[in-house]
């Protein structure tokens, strides 16, 4: 039945396909739909996990290796210890932190793939903080290291806010490109300002102790990070489904014209969620430069932000999903090492089984749009 | 138009034959034990309200719904779990409300696009010419180089009929296709129609309008609440019987205009302009005034700046001159939500995009604008208790049907969606109300809900500004009565003293002898 009358309105924001017949406005937020056909949703990523790790055994297979040994090897190299458990905690985290601000980011139509960029600044600016703020104790420290972290990754995704608000240069891009600035900023200040004297790498020196983040389980590398990863998607999920604040970004995620008609500004809430995801993928960065490395290294942030796009998508842009999704990658790359020291496979299958994992999501959306769409 | 005596030896031989076709969703029952037989070379309408079941008949039909029951024979042969790719490879071409073309190719393109006839090399120029055939045999005046973009909207429309009859299309489903042309466009299209039934192919005509039906069709077939009701040879139906089929019900007279004083004014709009940003001058001093209890109602034509209108009263532009003052208060520059507090109600023209989220539940449209006040919000948070109440109380009085208030609201039908917005903006008892086209592409019972509701409110002393391209109901509805030409608000007159040949003039442009009124 006629829903809207046809007219050429002015495009602005670009995922809108009507031309092609699509329904019009959100193609992302549609797809993902609500909160309320849960257990569908989470059939649907297992289905598309375990249809990669099947996908995946085909080349272990052609090497003449045995895919259930390698994938058992895979399985005890992430969760057979202690130690590869909290291992592949602190791996999560980052992309826990990261994907949640994205998931929000694209649930308002906002394509923010800067995270990598925004994870640097907040790894840059931490690691300022913890080098040169050795004078006050732990309790101070960390949180204020954190913090200004987290501002920085938010002030690094405002600039591609600005550039999308005043210039109207397209998120996707400025983000984008935006990564490569942050990666480089790194290697500058590492070579100048913050390197270490007389290191073969370009990296800081070691951060004073206090700024360490401190151990969740004694005895094991396992920090802090994940309860303020956990704690920030339980606080994304409370805005995103039970605050004004979230109805907007919802609101936002259908079109332009609907949510001014409700009364949200579509540049306070571009610009309001662009800051969010800056700010936690840039505490992404400042919990793993205190909580890993304990140093500011050369490209510590690489492939962080499109895990997080990886993990968001995996998660149907739903908050709390994130969780799952991003310890689920965390435990796959914790394990791959394991599987290529005793089984003899490449450790950058993992990387083939989360490109599938992604083809597949992908798949099961598009199956659910063509749905949605008769 | 006349319609012709029905050879009989067509009529033996039904081309399509469906059967017992049942569809459910959830609770409601779209289609129930359906049946219908098309004979070649005929015209059959299919008429229905909205949310009767006719759209999802011929979604079953065309393979884009699975029935739960029911067969579908064409041309003798049995239809099921088909795709639509398969039904136009059948020879079933639907013609979709919403065209499905690419506004950024020319017309051959879109027609090549997706057809394998076209050839792998893409063979543009026998397509073009074949484009020309087609279009000179049925009088169609398609020019296939045309960017579909340049095309007015009933050329589109044609794009769509040449594209389905090239792939061999031997039985049309036109989706309601006059809803968005206008007069001189709908007798060019009902004509190109029973060419195209002449030349022995069949067309569904699914529409509410009777004067259509009665225009060109062979046979009518009504629905209502998914079953037949009537189905008659052309010759033996009457207007009034149809529509009361088709209702239910005798058509009510609708809600009585109580003769009321007027109160003080609530609306002032002074010099209103708007200069859109390629320097265009959409609105010239749009001066007007609303006072409690009335009704104002602006006829004109869709594109001579309702719209913009609407949307800068609303708070949606903002104008480029002028002052807009409601209660004595300016709101000029004002956001959408200030003015919403300050008792201003707004039904957009464009549901789909604007007036409502498809994606979202009824309880979150109907609370869309008030999601930020209490009692829907507390404190920092939503209260989804009071969403589900104040749905809850809407749903009944504004008798809107649906399972629960937690049902998308993109599942309803068109009448069902508009009742939504409808309940939330005359559900607000706001003190002005600005309906843009209220009852664009609703049937006849959707109509005289949304009259009725805009009645009730100015009899209540809510003060309306009703904006149509229909000019029965600018008639119907206004107190006093303009016209919208060419972004100036020309002729306001009390309803007594409205001079019909003067408006329509007016509409059609010759705006010269008619002074600018307040």
Redesign the interface.
């Known amino acids: 039945?006629?829903?809207?009358?046809?007219?050429?309105?002015e495009v602005d924001r670009s995922d809108q396909v009507d031309?092609?017949?699509a329904?019009?406005?959100?193609v992302l937020?549609?797809a993902f739909?609500?909160n309320?056909d849960f257990w569908r949703r989470t059939a649907l990523a297992s289905l598309a996990v375990s249809l990669s790790f099947m996908v995946a055994a085909i080349p272990i297979i052609v090497s003449g290796k045995n895919p259930l040994l390698a994938y058992w090897a895979l399985a005890r190299g992430a969760c057979g210890s202690v130690d590869s458990i909290a291992f592949a905690l602190n791996k999560s985290t980052p992309y826990i932190l990261a994907g949640v601000g994205v998931a929000l980011c694209f649930r308002a139509r906002v394509i923010n793939i800067g995270a990598e960029g925004q994870i640097a600044l907040g790894g840059i600016a931490a690691s300022w903080i913890a080098l040169n703020g050795a004078a006050l104790p732990g309790q101070l420290l960390i949180p204020l290291a954190l913090l200004v972290g987290g501002c920085a990754g938010a002030g690094w995704a405002a600039i591609a806010a600005v550039m999308r608000l005043a210039r109207g240069v397209h998120e996707v891009l400025g983000t984008l490109l935006l990564n490569f600035v942050g990666l480089l900023l790194v290697s500058e200040v590492l070579h100048g300002p913050m390197g270490e004297v007389g290191a073969g790498f370009p990296q800081s020196p070691l951060f004073p102790e206090q700024a360490w983040l401190p151990p969740l389980v004694p005895g094991t590398d396992l920090h802090i990070g994940i309860i303020l990863a956990i704690v920030a998607v339980f606080i994304c999920h409370l805005v995103f489904w039970?605050?004004?604040f979230?109805?907007r970004l919802?609101?936002l995620g259908?079109?332009d014209?609907?949510a001014?008609?409700?009364?949200v500004?579509v540049v306070r809430g571009l610009f309001s969620v662009m800051l969010i995801a800056g700010a936690l993928a840039g505490g992404a960065g400042a919990v793993e430069v205190l909580g890993v490395h304990y140093r500011l290294i050369q490209g510590f942030s690489v492939g962080f932000g499109f895990n997080a796009v990886a993990i968001a998508l995996l998660a149907s842009l739903n908050p709390i999903a994130v969780l799952p999704a991003g310890l689920f990658f965390g435990f796959l790359e914790t394990g791959a090492l394991a599987m290529q020291r005793e089984i003899g496979v490449p450790s950058s299958l993992v990387f083939v089984i989360q490109g599938l994992t992604m083809v597949f999501v992908l798949c099961a959306l598009g199956i659910s749009l063509r749905r949605?769409r008769? | 138009m006349s319609h012709d005596a029905t050879p009989p030896e067509i009529v033996s031989l039904p081309m399509l034959e469906m059967y017992g076709i049942n569809k459910r969703y959830g609770a409601i029952r779209a289609n129930e034990g359906i049946d219908l037989s098309v004979a070649a070379g005929r015209i059959v309408g299919l008429l229905g309200e909205?949310?009767s079941g006719k759209?999802t008949l011929m979604?079953v039909l065309f393979g884009?719904?699975k029935p739960d029951a029911g067969t579908i024979r064409f041309k003798g042969e049995i239809l099921s779990d088909h795709t639509p790719r398969e039904a136009i490879r059948a020879g079933i071409g639907m013609i979709?409300?919403?065209?499905?073309?690419?506004?950024?190719m020319t017309v051959v393109e879109n027609i090549m696009l997706g057809w394998s006839r076209a050839g792998t090399w893409l063979r543009t120029e026998q397509v073009a010419e074949q484009i020309r055939q087609t279009s000179k045999t049925y009088g169609l005046e398609l020019d296939p180089g045309a960017l579909v973009?340049d095309l007015p909207?009933g050329h589109r429309q044609r794009v769509e009929i040449v594209k389905a009859l090239l792939r061999g299309a031997e039985l049309l489903i036109l989706d309601?296709p006059t809803?968005?042309l206008s007069p001189p466009e709908i007798s060019g299209l009902l004509a190109v129609m029973q060419r195209i039934a002449k030349q022995g192919r069949a067309i569904i005509f699914i529409t509410h309008k009777l004067g259509e039906v009665f225009d060109i069709c062979n046979e009518v077939v009504v629905l209502r609440d998914g079953r037949v009701v009537g189905r008659s040879p052309i010759a033996n139906a009457t207007r009034s019987g149809l529509a009361n089929m088709m209702v239910g019900r005798e058509v009510s007279s609708g809600l009585i205009r109580i003769d009321r004083p007027t109160g003080p004014e609530v609306l002032v709009v002074r010099d209103l302009g708007l200069r859109d940003s390629s320097g265009y001058q959409r609105l010239h001093d749009i001066n007007l005034t609303l006072r409690e209890g009335e009704i104002l109602a602006i006829a004109g034509v869709d594109g001579n700046g309702q719209t913009d209108l609407v949307e800068v009263l609303?708070g949606?532009k903002f104008p480029t001159t002028g002052t807009i003052t409601l209660n004595g208060r300016n709101l000029t520059r004002t956001?959408?939500?200030d003015r919403?507090t300050a008792g201003l109600a707004?039904i957009?023209?464009?549901?789909?995009?604007?007036?409502?989220?498809?994606?979202?539940?009824i309880e979150?449209n109907l609370g869309?604008?008030d999601?930020?006040r209490p009692p829907l919000?507390r404190g920092?948070?939503?209260d989804?208790g009071s969403f589900r109440k104040e749905a809850k109380a809407k749903m009944s009085e504004f008798g809107i049907l649906a399972s629960s208030p937690?049902t998308?609201v993109?599942t309803l039908?068109?009448?069902n969606?508009q009742k939504v917005v409808v309940a939330r903006e005359i559900g607000r008892k706001p003190r002005v109300l600005i309906a843009c086209?209220a009852t664009?592409?609703l049937d006849p019972g959707a109509t005289r809900f949304v009259i009725d509701q805009v009645i009730a409110l100015r009899n209540r002393g809510g003060a309306v500004l009703y904006i149509s391209s229909e000019l029965d109901e600018v008639l119907m509805l206004g107190d006093r009565i303009g016209v919208m030409s060419n972004g100036r608000l020309l002729g306001v007159v009390p309803r007594t003293e409205v001079d019909i040949t003067q408006i329509g003039l007016t509409m059609a442009g010759s705006s010269s002898e008619v002074s600018t009124l307040p």
Do not use: C
């Open positions: 039945m006629s829903t809207s009358l046809p007219k050429d309105k031309q092609l017949g329904p019009t406005g959100s937020p549609a739909g609500r309320a039970h605050t004004p979230g109805f919802r609101l259908s079109t014209a609907a001014t008609y409700a009364g500004s949605q008769m | 909205n949310g759209s979604k884009m719904v979709h409300q919403h065209f499905m073309l690419v506004n950024a973009s909207f309601e809803s968005n609303a949606l956001t959408v939500s919403l707004y957009p023209v464009d549901r789909g995009t604007t007036g409502l989220v498809p994606g979202m539940t979150e869309l604008r999601f930020n919000r920092v948070r939503l989804h937690d998308p993109q039908s068109g009448g969606q086209q664009w592409g």
